[in-house]
């Protein structure tokens, strides 16, 4: 058994990459992260050669870097950093766009990496494809075209792969232009610098010289920095570089390409897609059937998972004896991996449209046309789908951040989305509209519909907002003055069999690493709420007088009462009347704060907790006239439409969401992300709660 | 000199300099967007902004402010 080694995949964005991914892997891919960025690591055996493995980097124009994700490229290529350096690295190149995407290999070959260009959309390219043999020569290292479409040249591509990886000999640097007297004199004072670990090479000391400097790379050792500075890199050296790499590109490898391809069906969809109405029509017709999956066509499969689940905690409990096993497994074991699973539908419906709009060249559309509007809160138009998925739900809005190109926008973005109106928020609502406010209209309209208009406008504004204050204030989410160029790729058909393996994928690491963070709370919290599980010193015999309730309506409110009194008895509840002095000026009492802590599981699960700490059981109806009816020791009603008014703006801000948090953590890789969005959200919640009760009741209210 | 903002669209011109603070002209630069290079506005983003310009054969989404910083000649 020989060791394990690694072969890089790496090309533009757009390229077919992952046809060529999936034809050269044979499924079981690992899915990781990459060390404190927010970018997939996915490694796979390459098919029929258990002892290589595919590492895939993703898309990229340029090895030039400037944060820790786009460092990844090299890093892997080189094998820096904890990467395993690889045997060789295939490089998609796409026929139609021969010159940008044989620009990041002329890098590689700088760097001395041994490389395999995989030609992909040769058949899209038609008569102008270049000849592979002609490439090849060029390039000095195996062309092989490949059409991920049919499979046709995969077996090529993986005898050429292996090929490459067998050579033992070290991969000569190649260089396309001659860097000027001046320009070698600051690589070789660079290259002096560098730690052992980095291999002494031309090609990585003119990567410091073009990535050091306005940059947050982790890993530059400072004697590398102090070297860069001191040679005093300029503009004058990217113009060298990149311009002396085009040239080559320009008189060696466009002269290869037949004819101009031909771009007319692109076109004419454009013509249509991208048109002033018509394109925006169609846009928006996109956008709601996309919101509406999540929002309303995913509820029959996340209604049945409820149902399921339900009845497995019935079949537990008729089976059990009352008590700590049986409670366990119903409400927090059953009900943990329900509150997983109940995600799937939203998660696997998003992820197979993203991927059919994503192939199909429209994602990219999607950010040309809104880019106007969502750069207006220091975000670009890739960050439009994702929010609008936040007005389903939060987790599989995260999760969409993958589709953005920079980590900086795709944390932004996440910081923003748990303040959209998620569905989860919409029970809370309606049970205090209809609980706490009159029904009177107001222009002809009913108060309770404005009251709830008003909620979903609120959200929006505050997210922009949030956008907007996050992006100037937080260090790591400043907007940098980098171009925000997009490629607009040619429309091409989808491939199922790709979209349906990266909704998998999508699905699966979901399952594993948020989906153990998100039962482990529920857990967690059912202990909180179950604990210590005594009633009160003098409280009533609940089992006698249920034995002695002369009928069923009796029983039920004995045991109502029985489980208001355990409730009301539980850590959770202490910490609910721990945290009353500070939720008192919001207007809460501490049952509300028992509301607030149980619906950390999910929003909705205040509705069911406030019903069992009033002694009502989970009938909403007796919920809404409890909470009507309640009035404090002095006669007063407690729950004002002004504390309902308040309650509404904190669940509106607060991030009331482990599930939410969960998906963070696995997204960011750690919890400074999840931390920092629960802090400014319940700190932003507390504030305007505060102002919005204390104002109202100077006010009069 | 015009900048690529100020020429119409469908107007082919070759790039005659890339302005801007260094990490922003080189990401420019390395899109293909290089001197000397054939470029084209293929069209303006319904809201105005961004435009599509036609380079190296391939379609590119780019801001107004970012093509304020191309300059060009016809």
New interface residues.
């Given amino acids: 058994m020989t060791a394990t080694r690694h072969i890089a995949l790496l090309g533009n964005p757009n390229t077919g990459k992952t046809s060529v991914w999936n034809g050269l892997t044979g499924g079981n891919a690992k899915v990781g992260n990459y060390p404190g960025v927010t970018v997939d690591r996915r490694a796979a055996p390459l098919r029929g050669h258990p002892d290589l493995e595919l590492v895939d980097v993703p898309g990229a124009?340029?090895l030039?870097a400037?944060s820790a994700d786009e460092q990844i490229a090299l890093d892997v290529a080189l094998g820096l950093n904890g990467q395993p350096a690889p045997a060789a690295v295939v490089v998609c190149v796409d026929a139609?766009?021969l010159?940008?995407s044989l620009?990041i290999l002329v890098q590689l070959q700088e760097l001395g990496v041994r490389c395999v260009v995989a030609l992909t959309m040769a058949d899209e390219a038609g008569p102008a494809a270049p000849d592979a043999g002609a490439l090849a020569a060029e390039l000095g290292c195996p062309v092989v075209p490949v059409v991920g479409r049919t499979g046709v040249g995969l077996t090529a591509l993986r005898q050429a792969v292996v090929a490459a990886a067998a050579i033992t000999t070290a991969e000569p640097a190649r260089w396309r232009w001659t860097p000027s007297p001046a320009l070698a004199a600051k690589l070789a004072t660079v290259r002096a610098a560098f730690p052992t670990s980095w291999p002494a090479s031309d090609g990585l000391a003119l990567w410091a010289l073009?990535c050091v400097?306005?940059d947050e790379l982790a890993a530059v050792p400072p004697a590398v920095r102090d070297a860069v500075v001191a040679a005093a890199p300029?503009?004058a050296v990217?113009?060298e570089a990149?311009?002396g790499r085009?040239r080559w590109l320009d008189d060696r490898i466009a002269v290869l390409m037949k004819t101009?391809?031909d771009?007319r069906r692109?076109e004419r969809i454009?013509r249509v897609l991208?048109?002033?109405?018509l394109?925006?029509v169609i846009f928006a017709a996109v956008m709601f059937v996309l919101f509406m999956t999540l929002f309303a066509w995913s509820d029959p499969a996340i209604t049945f998972i409820e149902d399921r689940f339900a009845w497995l905690g019935q079949q537990v409990r008729d089976v059990l004896p009352d008590g700590l096993l049986e409670d366990f497994l119903v409400n927090g074991v059953i009900d943990g991996v329900g509150a997983v699973i109940v995600f799937l539908p939203q998660i696997v419906l998003l992820f197979f449209l993203l991927g059919l709009l994503e192939d199909f060249g429209y994602l990219?559309r999607v950010?040309?046309?809104m880019?106007?509007?969502m750069?207006t809160m220091g975000l670009s138009g890739r960050a439009f789908v994702p929010m609008l998925s936040g007005f389903a739900c939060a987790v599989p809005a995260v999760m969409a951040t993958r589709t953005m190109e920079r980590q900086r926008d795709r944390i932004l973005t996440m910081m923003v989305i748990p303040l959209m109106t998620c569905s989860a928020r919409l029970p809370v609502y309606t049970l205090v509209i209809a609980a706490l406010f009159p029904s009177q209209t107001f222009g002809g309209l009913s108060t309770k519909g404005l009251l709830m208009v008003a909620m979903y406008a609120f959200s929006v504004v505050t997210a922009l907002a949030a956008a907007w204050v996050l992006a100037r204030v937080v260090k790591p989410l400043k907007a940098?003055?980098?171009?925000?160029?997009?490629?607009?790729?040619p429309y091409r058909a989808p491939r199922l069999r790709d979209v349906g393996r990266m909704m998998l994928a999508k699905t699966w690491s979901f399952l594993r690493e948020a989906g153990t963070v998100i039962l482990a709370c529920t857990i967690a919290l059912w202990a909180l709420l179950y604990f210590p599980r005594d009633t009160p010193a003098g409280a009533p015999d609940y089992a006698a007088l249920a034995a002695a309730a002369p009928d069923d309506e009796a029983r039920a409110a004995v045991e109502h009462a029985r489980d208001a009194a355990l409730l009301e008895h539980s850590y959770g509840a202490q910490l609910g009347k721990a945290i009353e002095p500070a939720i008192a000026p919001l207007g809460f009492d501490w049952k509300i704060g028992v509301g607030i802590i149980g619906a950390f599981a999910a929003r909705e699960v205040f509705v069911s907790t406030l019903g069992v700490i009033h002694g009502v059981g989970d009938d909403e109806g007796s919920l809404r006239q409890r909470l009507t009816d309640e009035r404090g020791p002095d006669g007063a009603v407690v729950y004002t439409p002004l504390v309902g008014l308040s309650l509404m703006v904190f669940f509106a801000l607060a991030c009331q969401c482990m599930s939410t948090l969960g998906v963070i953590k696995r997204e960011t890789g750690g919890y400074r992300w999840p931390l920092f969005l629960l802090g400014y959200m319940t700190a932003l919640a507390w504030v305007a709660s505060f102002l919005v009760f204390q104002v109202g009741r100077l006010l009069g209210f | 000199m015009p900048t690529l903002l100020e020429v119409g669209q469908r107007v082919a011109v070759a790039i005659e300099a890339v302005d801007?603070?260094?990490?922003?002209?080189?990401?420019?630069?390395?899109?293909?967007l290089?001197?000397g290079t054939t470029v084209r506005v293929t069209?303006v983003?319904?809201?105005?902004?961004?435009l599509?310009i036609e380079v190296?054969?391939?379609?590119?989404?780019?801001?107004r402010d970012?093509a304020a910083q191309i300059r060009v000649r016809r």
């Fill in positions: 124009y340029s030039v400037r139609t766009q010159a940008r620009y073009q400097g306005d300029d503009a990217d113009d990149v311009l085009y101009a391809v771009r692109t454009d991208l048109h002033r109405g394109g925006l990219a950010a040309y046309l880019d106007r509007i750069r940098k003055r980098l171009p925000f160029v997009i490629e607009l790729p | 801007g603070e260094r990490g922003f002209r080189r990401r420019l630069l390395e899109l293909g290089c001197p069209n983003a319904p809201l105005g902004d961004p599509e190296r054969g391939g379609r590119l989404s780019i801001r970012e």
